[in-house]
């Protein structure tokens, strides 16, 4: 499966983005997604996953209330809907994929990235 990130941009403070990961090549029905992201200097950071049949959910505590991660079967793409942006939530932004397996939070066990996109948030 290929993986497409987008939807990153500049935002200020208290702002919304939504990050979409759009999937070719295979349905993402049989995958987990999660959402990384890697601030310079920093290592890759957990930011979200849902598990292959969508029922279930994963945010850190840094996260967790303003950002959601959703599937849209039809379209094969993954939403990071992310609200009440900080500073701190600034970085390249990934999807990553593994197959038929439940959500993970570690990068090392998804095999499949897409190429990331930039989120700025100003302060």
Known sequence: VQLQASGG????????LRL???ASGRTLNHFAVGWFRQAPGK??????????DGFSTY???S?????????DSPKNTVYLQMN???PEDTGVYYCAARHLGGAR??????????QGTQVTVSS
Not at 9 to 16: E, K
Not at 47 to 52: E, G, L, P
Not at 105 to 114: F, I, L, R
């Open 9 to 16: 941009g500049l935002v200020q403070t208290g702002g919304s």
């Open 20 to 22: 979409s990961c759009q």
């Open 43 to 52: 290592e890759r950071e957990f930011v979200a996953a849902i598990s292959y």
């Open 59 to 61: 945010y850190p505590d």
């Open 63 to 71: 996260v967790k209330s303003r950002f959601t991660i959703s599937g």
């Open 84 to 86: 009440s942006l900080k």
């Open 105 to 114: 939070t570690e990068p090392h066990e998804y095999a499949y990235w897409g």
